[in-house]
């Protein structure tokens, strides 16, 4: 399976929409209809990833199969953590956001990680509690339950960090 990553442009958005389509019918399928609302991450959202340099492409055999944005932290959501705590709250790290793909992709978040872990090697990422798809990825490859964080909105969600 041949991944690389690289930096999406402004004439990616089309195929980031339709990727995030395709993982809001997966999360729905799956038992998690509310993570990501209708039209969430919006367009704006991911243009402002892009503009930023934080908006990344999974390509295989020169087909986009994911996305992702990789954020400098800190992150004003990740400020407080409740019922845990952060491995090490100290030292600078990345967060991941956004994260999509094909149904019949593989291998995608495992590129993800191996990229980012190359990016910092203190690595921050939360998901919905319903979202047993993207919780078994995320402790599969090396992240530890933290605790709980609040997005800006109010809703909840699980955290946890890679050291």
């Known amino acids: 399976?041949?991944?690389?990553?690289?930096?999406?442009?402004?004439?990616?958005?089309?195929?980031?929409?339709?990727?995030?389509?395709?993982?809001?019918?997966?999360?729905?399928?799956?038992?998690?209809?509310?993570?990501?609302?209708?039209?969430?991450?919006?367009?704006?959202?991911?243009?402002?990833?892009?503009?930023?340099?934080?908006?990344?492409?999974?390509?295989?055999?020169?087909?986009?199969?994911?996305?992702?944005?990789?954020?400098?932290?800190?992150?004003?959501?990740?400020?407080?953590i409740y019922e845990g705590e952060w491995l090490d709250d100290s030292k600078p790290y990345k967060v991941l956001h956004r994260i999509a793909s094909t149904p019949d992709s593989h291998g995608v978040f495992a590129a993800i990680i191996a990229f980012s872990m190359q990016q910092s090697s203190n690595l921050r990422i939360d998901t919905h509690r319903d979202n047993r798809i993207m919780q078994h990825l995320i402790l599969k490859h090396g992240f530890a339950y933290c605790g709980i964080i609040y997005l800006l909105n109010g809703d909840e969600r699980l955290a946890y960090q890679q050291i």
């Open 1 to 80: 399976m041949n991944l690389h990553i690289r930096l999406a442009t402004p004439s990616d958005v089309p195929r980031m929409l339709c990727l995030r389509d395709m993982a809001l019918d997966i999360m729905i399928q799956s038992g998690n209809p509310h993570q990501w609302s209708e039209g969430y991450p919006a367009e704006a959202t991911l243009q402002q990833d892009i503009t930023l340099g934080q908006s990344y492409l999974v390509v295989q055999d020169e087909e986009v199969v994911g996305m992702f944005a990789l954020a400098d932290g800190p992150d004003p959501t990740y400020t407080k």
